[in-house]
Each structure stands twice: as structure tokens, then as C-alpha cells.
């Protein structure tokens, strides 16, 4: 480690990261992030203001960003989507648990998700391991499933 990135577990899913600016991410940095998201899955951000161009910056260093055709995007920035829920809105984005980019034939490998504005509570999005849930699965339940294809 680098000594100024801390990662923090969050239990079973997730991590807290502190110690960088995602606007300045080092090579050595990009590496510590990419190993504690291929160990956590999902990894928290506290305290980061993204311009667009940097927020796109970010994003290119995972990989190609895989565009997302459903919501609006921001202006000037077609690669970047506006999820927006307004506060009459009752159900989730989504309406269900789901996995973003599913519909693809070779799904995103994560989003990256920047909250402008947030309520005083609620709207929160929750993270589920399926990787977590098949490793808690007994062997002979993980046998069934490993023949089915969905």
C-alpha cells in the first residue's frame, strides 16, 4: 500500500476508502482501488466533488465505459447517466433488485455513482454479493446451480 489510501471493510460487502482524490488517482493508487474492488466489490467514496470531465477520467481508467441507453444524460456528457428520482417517486430506480447493464450481452463491470443531491433520509441503494451468497450455499446446492444457465 501506498500509506495514504485507507481501506476499510464494510462486513460482507464493501469497503470505505479514504486518502484519495478521485480527480488525481496515482498509477500506484489505481492499482491499490483495483485490487480492494476485485476484494470488496463495492467501494464507498466520501467527500468527492467530480466535474464531468473528471468523473469520465475516472471512469476510463476501469475500462471502456459501456453507455447507458435508458436515462438522460448530462449535458454535453452523453456517457454519463442522470438517474434521477424525484420525491413523490415511491418505488426504486429499477423497480426491483437488479444488475446494472443485465440486458447487455457483456455487462458493465461496475458503475461509478456520484450523488449530487441526496435526501435528509431514505434513498439509499443497496449492494447484494451474489458471489457471497453462492460461496454461503451448501456444496450440493452450488452443484445444482452450476449446470443452469439464465
Same mark, same amino acid.
Given at each position: 500500500?501506498?500509506?495514504? $489510501? ?17 480527480? &488525481?488517482?496515482?498509477?500506484? +493508487?489505481? =492499482?491499490? $482501488?483495483? +485490487? ?7 467501494? *464507498?467514496?466520501? %467527500? ?9 477520467? *475516472? @471512469?476510463?481508467?476501469? #475500462? ?5 441507453? *435508458?436515462?438522460?444524460?448530462?449535458? =454535453? %456528457?452523453?456517457?454519463?447517466? &442522470? ?6 417517486? &415511491?418505488?426504486?430506480? #429499477? ?10 450481452? @457483456? ?10 443531491? $441526496?435526501?435528509? *433520509? =431514505? =434513498? ?11 460461496? @454461503?450455499?451448501?456444496?450440493?446446492? &452450488?452443484?445444482?446451480?452450476? #449446470?443452469?444457465?439464465?
Amino acid at each position: 500500500m501506498s500509506g495514504d $489510501l485507507k481501506i476499510t471493510s464494510k462486513g460482507a460487502l464493501g469497503a470505505l476508502v479514504e486518502g484519495v482524490d478521485l480527480s &488525481q488517482v496515482t498509477p500506484q +493508487q489505481m =492499482g491499490e $482501488l483495483a +485490487q480492494a474492488f476485485a476484494d470488496h466489490e463495492v467501494l *464507498f467514496f466520501e %467527500h468527492q466533488s467530480l466535474a464531468p470531465e473528471a468523473h469520465l477520467a *475516472f @471512469a476510463e481508467r476501469w #475500462g471502456e465505459i459501456n453507455v447507458n441507453r *435508458f436515462f438522460a444524460h448530462v449535458d =454535453g %456528457h452523453p456517457a454519463i447517466a &442522470q438517474v434521477i428520482k424525484e420525491p413523490e417517486q &415511491q418505488g426504486n430506480i #429499477g423497480g426491483y433488485w437488479h444488475t446494472d447493464h443485465s440486458y447487455d450481452a @457483456a455487462p458493465a463491470m461496475c458503475s461509478i455513482l456520484s450523488a449530487k443531491e $441526496l435526501p435528509p *433520509f =431514505g =434513498g439509499d441503494t443497496h449492494f447484494a454479493s451474489m458471489a457471497a451468497a453462492y460461496r @454461503a450455499m451448501s456444496q450440493g446446492l &452450488q452443484n445444482i446451480l452450476k #449446470g443452469l444457465r439464465a
